[in-house]
């Protein structure tokens, strides 16, 4: 079965880069999250859209934004890097058709801020 | 401030000991469940899942959990681990409390199992 599928699976910036994260759901899916994991970290939400609208708001810093496009897939833009930025990066999603759905989550991106 | 919690950040247990894991919750209203699973350098997997119906929950690989809502806990627990069962543990919640889609993790316990 076709899983969420996350690109790049590693990436390494320099501080005060930019980097884009990109995120595929799963076929039909039509809610998309992102998840920040520090290192020895709990994963912590930064942001989630439901059919292409933001539809909920983490701990995002204004430096990143992200949006869902008209097929679904997400993308995560992340600018002036700061070291602080390296992390694993999660995107899940799901199907809202009912309370009873969960998340399915992607590989992440591990992010290395240098 | 509502939160998830799990009280055991480090946990080591020998092959063929019992686990239990806890996990407490402070949202009120509906919620829906999770244990997810962190096997080093790889992303989350679902255990298990709780919606509704019987509050003792089966998962894979031998996993369960009991949903106890009076104490707002949600404790993973497996008869016998192994060592391939070293892993990170996170229990999480959905509140839905305003319809919002939000999944909160707690910190996560760190599970050795030693040979």
């Known amino acids: 079965a076709a899983g969420v599928i996350q690109s790049p699976r590693h990436l390494i910036k320099e501080k005060r880069e930019t980097a884009t994260l990109k995120c595929y759901p799963i076929?039909?899916?039509?809610?998309v999250y992102w998840y920040q994991q520090g290192p020895g970290q709990d994963p912590q939400f930064l942001i989630s859209f439901y059919e292409k609208m933001q539809s909920d708001k983490g701990s995002i810093p204004d430096r990143f934004s992200a949006q869902q496009f008209s097929d679904y897939h997400s993308e995560l833009n992340m600018s002036s890097l700061e070291l602080g930025d390296s992390a694993l990066y999660f995107c899940?999603?799901?199907?809202?058709?009912?309370?009873?759905?969960?998340?399915?989550f992607g590989q992440g991106t591990r992010l290395t801020v240098v | 401030a509502q939160s998830v919690s799990q009280h055991n950040h480090h946990v080591i247990l020998s092959e063929a000991a019992s686990l239990e894991l806890g996990c407490n919750y402070s949202y009120g209203g509906t919620v829906n469940l999770f244990w997810y699973v962190q096997y080093p350098g790889q992303h989350l997997q679902l255990l298990l899942k709780y919606f509704s119906g019987d509050p003792l929950v089966k998962g894979i690989k031998g996993f369960e959990a009991e949903f106890i809502k009076s104490k707002f806990s949600f404790n993973l627990r497996k008869p016998s681990v192994q060592w391939s069962d070293t892993a990170e543990y996170f229990c999480a919640v959905i509140p839905w409390m305003d319809s919002s889609y939000k999944l909160i993790f707690g910190s996560g316990t760190r599970l050795l199992v030693r040979p």
């Open positions: 899940a999603s799901s199907l809202l058709d009912s309370m009873n759905t969960e998340a399915f």
């Open positions: 076929p039909r899916h039509d809610t």
